[in-house]
């Protein structure tokens, strides 16, 4: 069971991140979710695609998957009906996954970079992408 969740571990955000989300109201159904099994500790479960796991309990984060994490970050930023960030990712020196957007003149010329993380994993590089974009009111659910 540890191998599994290891593996997992690699392929989901962390739960920080995943509760981060959460508080900025983020409830999009996710395959994985993480669950406290005693105070402190939490592990990965299957979810399926239930929206609703313990009724409303704050014993849950979804655990976005990197594929999830995808498909919920834009390809494109926009702003009066004008592109003003394109989406790239790339891997890179120390830190494994670098996501930026990058500030465009019509969606075409890249003049400088909006916005970068970078992170050990490709997920968690996502969802602290996602997690800006939220904050920053850049998207909205």
Known sequence: MQLIQ???KKQVCNQELAERLYELGDRTPSLFYWSQVELGEWEIKFAGYTTEIN???VSYYHAYT???LGEMLPSYLTKYDLVIGKLLKSVSGEWEWEISYDEC???VE???VLHRVCSKSEADARAEMRIY???N???TL
């Open 6 to 8: 290891d593996i997992l």
């Open 55 to 57: 009724g409303e309990s």
């Open 66 to 68: 990197t594929a999830e």
């Open 105 to 107: 003149l019509l969606g």
């Open 110 to 112: 890249i003049i400088d």
């Open 133 to 135: 974009l939220l904050e």
């Open 137 to 139: 009111k850049l998207i």
